[in-house]
């Protein structure tokens, strides 16, 4: 027998799923209510553009592995307080460009993309939103302070799948016979003041033998950048060790630094403790790299690493082939850093293959499921 209040209870049991599985995701995470760090045209103040914004994953906590996103919506920032309203137009009056969005899957570094736009045919991107008249909105500030709703939408065509690994690409793309320029600025965000440091140890901890096996860095801050430690002028196609310590004064009992020239390497000294060694190999140009993503540990900001390169060296002593290089410190930052890139053009570079890289920032943007 059918009770009626347990259908009704089933029915809307049924209803609810869908509901519970909508949402929305401001990103980056920290801005969905504070206004962005930077501001920017691009990509919606030209009628020639080309620009993918590559966003780490680890920025997407909150939206889950296959949801079906809907749309992506962007806000007008909120620094620049006049003109009041901003409305794309073309000789005085209102303009509709043809506007394409495409969603991809992105497996490469989103801090150093290679500029290669993705072509056409990448099977990783799909084109959701496609070639179609485009109405911008007059964006108007909503005043006290507070970041404008994210009234620039586009609607997908179908849902995307939210991929369940690897980072988000965005792509717009917009190129009409004639280009011109309009002062539509949306919220962006850019490297802040507050990323990290990365310099000599002193200015005597160099490597040796003199003026080789040099060493640098970049480091950014929690969860918003990577610890970047290259070496450079080593010896071509040989071992090398990149090592992190956290101490200039001893290592195992050795006061630091520690002189190697009992050993027969004349000039080379170890400036910090070796705790932690990782291996790699040069490169035909006598280049190596080490780079790790900083977690999301705000009891990291702030901390000090010690970097220097073990290297396989016989230009010091050939019968001890080894030699040491620069010292660096790393003091890791407070944040500041988003972990996103855009690649971009404008005018005739639109339609090229190839676009500006601008690293570590991007547009403040919306996505619904």
Not at 199 to 216: K, Q, S, V, W, Y
Not at 283 to 292: D, H, K, L, W, Y
Request: charged share 10%.
């Amino acid at each position: 027998m059918n009770h009626p209040a347990s259908a009704a209870a089933i029915a809307m049991a049924a209803l609810a799923l869908p509901l519970a599985a909508q949402g929305s995701q401001v990103l980056p995470p920290a801005n969905a209510t504070v206004d962005g760090n930077a501001l920017d045209i691009q990509p919606f103040g030209s009628d020639q553009s080309r620009y993918v914004h590559y966003v780490d994953r680890a920025l997407f906590g909150s939206i889950p592995a296959n949801a079906l996103i809907k749309d992506v919506s962007y806000r007008r920032d909120a620094q620049l307080t006049t003109p009041a309203t901003m409305v794309r137009t073309r000789s005085g009056n209102p303009y509709t460009p043809i506007w394409q969005v495409r969603m991809g899957r992105y497996t490469g570094d989103v801090f150093a993309p290679t500029g290669n736009y993705p072509a056409v045919s990448d099977p990783n991107f799909t084109i959701v939103y496609s070639q179609k008249a485009t109405s911008f909105p007059s964006l108007t500030l909503p005043g006290g302070g507070v970041p404008p709703a994210f009234a620039i939408t586009f609607l997908f065509d179908v849902p995307w799948v939210f991929p369940a690994t690897g980072h988000i690409a965005v792509e717009h793309y917009a190129y009409e016979a004639t280009n011109a320029a309009y002062t539509y600025v949306i919220d962006a965000v850019g490297p802040g003041g507050a990323g990290g440091t990365a310099d000599l140890i002193a200015p005597n901890t160099l490597g040796c033998p003199a003026g080789e096996n040099r060493a640098a860095g970049a480091v950014g801050s929690p969860g918003n950048g990577d610890l970047l430690f290259n070496l450079f002028g080593a010896e071509p196609g040989k071992g090398a060790f990149a090592c992190l310590g956290v101490s200039t004064t001893t290592w195992g009992g050795l006061p630091l630094p520690y002189d190697l020239g009992a050993l027969g390497l004349a000039g080379c000294r170890i400036y910090t403790d070796l705790t932690v060694v990782v291996p790699r190999t040069t490169t035909p140009f006598g280049t190596a790299e080490f780079r790790i993503l900083l977690p999301d540990n705000p009891a990291l900001a702030g901390q000090t690493l010690y970097g220097q390169w073990v290297a396989a060296d016989s230009r010091v002593n050939p019968a001890f082939p080894y030699a040491t290089s620069d010292g660096v410190r790393f003091t890791i930052g407070t944040g500041g850093t988003p972990r996103m890139s855009v690649v971009s053009g404008t005018g005739g570079l639109a339609n090229g293959t190839f676009g500006l890289i601008q690293p570590g920032r991007g547009p403040v943007f919306q996505l619904s499921w």
